[in-house]
């Protein structure tokens, strides 16, 4: 399963403070979760950032759960705001 998430980081004033931000949140998300996750669309604005990730199961519903707890864990940051996602099952 894939998940791309676009995130607005409004408190961002440079590029270096939303890299601060988005290697905080993909190291928390990838500690917590174990997933693979990287910046894939944006990397030149300063507010706003895609963030890409997949996981892999067997089991559909253990991967829905998953992205499911990251989401929330992503909305639960105050330091960004989630604009839009989309999952795939591959």
Not at 19 to 30: D, G
Not at 55 to 63: D, E, F, G, K, R
């Amino acid at each position: 399963m894939s998940c791309i998430v676009s995130l607005y980081i409004g408190d961002s004033r440079s590029l270096k403070d939303k890299r601060q931000v988005l290697n905080s949140l993909k190291e928390r998300i990838r500690n917590r979760f174990n997933v693979s996750i990287a910046e894939v669309s944006d990397q030149e604005l300063w507010q706003r950032a895609g963030l890409g990730m997949a996981i892999v199961s067997t089991a559909t519903q253990h991967c829905d759960e998953i992205m499911a707890k990251i989401v929330n864990l992503i909305e639960g940051d105050y330091r960004v705001q989630i604009i839009d996602y989309q999952t795939e099952m591959l």
